[in-house]
């Protein structure tokens, strides 16, 4: 059983398109996140939901919007996609709650979006 | 305010050798610390974390890391390489928010 899993793996899309990337996790967990790793490898965290409340909202465009229908699932809708949010965006989750630090969090395998 | 600084964004070693990364970061309350593994077009996997208590921590495949608050460090180690330990290497630290800031990354190439 894959603990977190995102869908689609690979996106390819135009500019100017909407898309949305999907994220499940069979942990039981109370937190989930959307990262963001760019051409350099570099991760930053964009959202984080608490038991389907957001938490952290990094300095993020608006046309990245975040939903969490339940606390196993937190997907991440792109509008007017650009060529600079081509990435790949990381769902993941972990046990902590709100204000508690040192828990593991658990990645995705990555979605790798290339905007053309 | 957190940061972490990994010296080094590329290191290759050869195979058998100690592989070390280092890691340094920031921050004005105790740290939790922890490394991932990234190997080619996967996510991040946990190899090891410092949360309290002993400050050599041990993680999977061998790898190993020690805290020293004294020089704010968190550096990564494993006695001897194998191939199949090339991978992307990223230090993380958090407080008591749990959001993670992670380092810049270690790409480790180890030749045979």
């Known amino acids: 059983d894959t603990a977190v899993s995102q869908t689609p793996k690979y996106l390819v899309t135009q500019m100017g398109n909407d898309k949305s990337i999907k994220c499940e996790q069979n942990?039981?967990?109370?937190?989930m996140y959307w990262y963001k790793q760019d051409s350099k490898k570099f991760l930053k965290i964009m959202f984080s939901?608490?038991?389907?409340?957001?938490?952290i909202n990094e300095t993020v465009p608006n046309r990245f919007s975040p939903k969490s229908p339940d606390k196993a699932h937190l997907n991440l809708h792109i509008n007017s996609l650009e060529l600079g949010d081509s990435a790949v965006y990381f769902c993941?989750?972990?046990?902590?709650?709100?204000?508690?630090?040192?828990?593991?969090?658990?990645f995705g395998p990555g979605t790798r979006l290339l905007v053309l | 305010a957190q940061s972490v600084t990994q010296l080094g964004s590329h290191v290759s070693v050869s195979e058998g050798a100690l592989v070390l990364l280092r890691c340094n970061y920031s921050?004005?309350?105790?740290?939790?610390l922890f490394w991932y593994v990234q190997y080619p077009n996967q996510g991040l996997q946990l190899l090891l974390k410092?949360?309290?208590?002993?400050?050599l921590v041990k993680g999977i495949n061998g790898f190993e890391a020690e805290f020293k608050k004294s020089e704010t460090s968190f550096h990564l180690t494993k006695p001897s390489a194998h191939m199949s330990d090339a991978a992307e290497y990223f230090c993380?630290?958090?407080?008591?928010?749990?959001?993670?800031?992670f380092g810049t990354g270690t790409s480790l190439t180890v030749i045979p």
């Open positions: 939901y608490n038991n389907k409340e957001l938490i």
């Open positions: 410092y949360t309290t208590g002993a400050t």
């Open positions: 921050s004005s309350v105790p740290p939790y």
């Open positions: 993380a630290v958090s407080e008591t928010g749990n959001q993670f800031y």
């Open positions: 942990l039981g967990h109370d937190t």
């Open positions: 993941a989750s972990s046990q902590a709650q709100v204000g508690q630090g040192g828990e593991t969090q658990y």
